[in-house]
């Protein structure tokens, strides 16, 4: 224990929460630990990354052994790796259950960002990873007529939300493992509601037991903060860096 918070200091993670997964230290970890997939851990090289960066050694833990969180790292520190390596190695293999999992990205930019980053990191695994580019084609790709053939879903809040307002929805979330809210703090900022409101219609639609939310930010929000203490399970907060930096 007393070795583990020195580790956390010397990489400048602080945490807050109850029973806090271990950090780890070097991607092999994952398999010895968590039996990940050599196919992921193989990716994971051939994306160049050698150690993991202080988020990813705190937040992929956590979110291998299922736990909600709020993370908070600065920009450019690779949130996205640590969100979406355990949720590939969360879906296993692919299945024809609908998405079972969702990524939610504030502009089209960063979805598509997030969306190839997961391409290349779900190679060789054959999980279905998509986004909405058109909402009446989404209808037919995932809507009630669909093949259930798909897996991930990264997508901007709007457009989500259009899909599931139509009666009876057009996109089914019933089987939902995990929500990922990515940039969180900007997509809270969007008036004193608004996001709120979506994220809680999102949720709603994720009505299987099993989901897990994680929220992801570059800066400490106060709201964000309060927001995750009311309404995540038994939240664990990590932030990286220094506090209100
Ligand atoms: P953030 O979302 O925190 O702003 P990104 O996820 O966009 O950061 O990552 C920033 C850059 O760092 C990307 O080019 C990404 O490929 C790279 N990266 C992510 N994880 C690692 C790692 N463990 N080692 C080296 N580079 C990494
Ligand atoms: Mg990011």
Redesign the pocket.
Known sequence: QEQTNHFRKVHRIYIQGSDVSKPFED?SELSSRYGMNSTLIQN?NA???????P??MQAIPLMMERREVLAC??????????FLIPLIHCLGEPQKKGFRAVVVSPTRELAQ??YR?CQKLSEGIGLRIHMIENVSKAVKKFGPQSSGNFDILVTTPNRLIYLLEQDPSDINLKNVEWLVV??SDKLFEDGPKGFRDQLATIYRACQSTQVRRAL?S?TFAYDVEQWCKLNLDNVVMVTVGAKNA
Do not use: N, R, W
């Not at 994306?47 to 960066?53: E, F, K, L």
């Not at 790292?73 to 640590?82: L, R």
């Open positions: 991607f994971i994306s160049g990354y050698v150690a993991p960066t988020i990813q790292a600065p920009t450019g520190s690779g949130k996205t790796a640590a960002q997030t980053e990515d940039e992801f570059a």
